[in-house]
C-alpha cells in the first residue's frame, strides 16, 4: 500500500512550499530591479546636475512609481497563474464526477509508471481515491498542492517591498558629496546585486559564480549608459 502521509501535507495554518518560494523570487528580482533602475536614473541626474534637489526628487519618483509597477506586475503575472491552477483542479473535479472508473485507470497507470507493480497501483488507486480522489489527482497530474496554490498578494507585496529596500541604497549614497558619491554608489550598487544574483541563483540551483558575474556587469552597463547620457545632456541643456 502507500503512504498515504506522502501525498498528503499538513500545513497547519502555515504558508506552503510553494508559496515562500514564489515570494522569495518575487523578493530577489524586486530588489535587484530596484538597484538597477534606480541607481541608473540617480546616476543620470547626478551627471547632469550637481544639485541634490532634482537628484532627490527623482530617484523617490522612481522609486515610488517602480515599487507600485513591480507589485501591479506581479500581482497580475501569479493571479493568472493561480487562475490556470484553479481551472485545472475544476476541470478534474468535473472529470472525478463525470468518468469516476476513468479517473481511477488513469491513477492506476500512473501509479505504475512510477514503479509499482499493477496489483500494488491497482490498490493504492483505490485507497488513495477513497481517501481524497480530487487532491491525489491534482497532485500527481499537475503538481498543485490544494493547501498550496500560488498567492498573488504575498508576491505583489514581497515585490514592492523588495523593490523599495533595493531603490533606497543608491538614492541614498548618490547624496554623498561629489565626486565621492559616484565611487561610493557604483561600490554599493555591484555589491548589492553580487548578493542578489548569489541568492536568486541559490533559490533556483543555478550557477551562482555565472549569476553574479551577469548581474553585476548588466548593472555596471546600466549605470554606465546612464551617466554617459546624464553628462552629455548637463553640458547641452
Not at 58 to 80: C, D, N
Request: charged share 20%; glycine share 8%; no cysteine.
Amino acid at each position: 500500500m502507500v503512504d498515504l502521509a506522502n501525498v498528503r501535507h499538513e500545513h497547519s495554518g502555515s504558508e506552503g512550499l510553494s508559496n515562500r518560494l514564489n515570494w522569495l523570487r518575487a523578493g530577489v528580482l524586486g530588489a535587484n530591479d530596484g538597484i538597477v533602475s534606480v541607481a541608473g536614473i540617480v546616476m543620470g541626474v547626478a551627471a547632469a546636475s550637481d544639485e541634490r534637489s532634482p537628484i532627490l526628487i527623482a530617484g523617490i519618483a522612481a522609486l515610488v512609481a517602480g515599487a507600485l509597477s513591480m507589485a501591479a506586475g506581479e500581482y497580475v503575472s501569479v493571479s493568472t497563474q493561480r487562475d490556470a491552477e484553479l481551472a485545472l483542479v475544476e476541470a478534474e473535479r468535473r472529470d472525478l464526477k463525470r468518468m469516476p472508473e476513468e479517473e481511477l485507470q488513469d491513477l492506476t497507470q500512473m501509479l505504475q509508471d512510477r514503479g509499482m507493480t499493477p496489483e500494488t497501483a491497482e490498490a493504492a488507486a483505490q485507497e488513495l481515491t477513497e481517501w481524497n480522489a480530487l487532491r491525489v489527482h491534482s497532485y500527481l497530474e499537475f503538481g498543485i498542492d490544494l493547501d498550496d496554490v500560488t498567492n498573488p498578494w504575498s508576491a505583489a507585496f514581497a515585490s514592492m517591498v523588495a523593490f523599495t529596500t533595493g531603490a533606497l541604497l543608491p538614492m541614498l549614497t548618490i547624496l554623498l558629496p561629489s565626486p565621492e558619491r559616484f565611487y561610493v554608489t557604483v561600490g554599493a550598487v555591484l555589491i548589492a546585486l553580487a548578493l542578489t544574483g548569489f541568492t536568486s541563483a541559490k533559490l533556483g540551483f543555478a550557477n551562482t559564480r555565472r549569476a553574479m558575474i551577469r548581474n553585476v556587469l548588466g548593472g555596471a552597463f546600466a549605470m554606465g549608459v546612464t551617466y554617459l547620457i546624464g553628462s552629455l545632456l548637463g553640458t547641452q541643456v
